[in-house]
């Protein structure tokens, strides 16, 4: 199913693209991953999510995302497979309830998984993470779908990954 992604990804026009980007880590790259693009399209999102699921299956309460790919995949997971899904403002609302935690309300003993599209630096997931831990929510780990770099320093939980930027370049 891997090998089957990776085909999927590579023939979707605008998922891989080459051009100068700037990325929210603040670097600068020569290709850039739309793995949000590719959602859209439902064999892709399917396998997506099955892939996803497989790795982290019994492991979670709840699943986490934020950003608009990580709250995608987390709701995407959630109605797919019944799982609650919690999703994260890595900036708090200056309106409304002013909440930053939305969906699901974890209990203290519950512990989920955290997920988003692409992985560079981490820096994402570790204010993701920093704002759960601020709201006493536990996570065992992350799961994206690409990851193409390194954690610049330790994110104190494991990150999987279903492919590398080497699988979808040649």
Request: charged fraction near 20%; aromatic fraction near 8%; glycine fraction near 12%.
């Amino acid at each position: 199913m891997k090998n089957q992604l990776i085909k999927l990804l590579k023939e979707t026009k605008g998922v891989i693209v080459k051009g100068n980007f700037d990325l929210t880590a603040g670097n600068n790259s020569g290709i850039y991953i739309d793995i949000k693009r590719a959602l859209g399209y439902p064999p892709i999102s399917e396998l997506i999510l099955s892939l996803m699921y497989e790795k982290f299956v019994g492991l979670q309460d709840f699943v986490a995302g934020s950003g608009w790919g990580g709250c995608n995949l987390a709701s995407q997971i959630s109605n797919c497979y019944g799982i609650p899904s919690v999703g994260v403002r890595l900036e708090k609302r200056s309106h409304g309830t002013k909440k930053q935690i939305e969906g699901y309300p974890p209990k203290e003993f519950e512990k989920g998984v955290l997920v988003d599209d692409v992985f560079t630096t981490g820096s994402s997931l570790r204010k993701t993470k920093e704002i759960l831990d601020a709201n006493k929510i536990a996570i065992s780990g992350a799961y994206v779908v690409v990851k193409r770099g390194n954690p610049k320093s330790p994110l104190g939980f494991p990150v999987y990954s279903l492919l590398a930027l080497q699988d979808l370049i040649d």
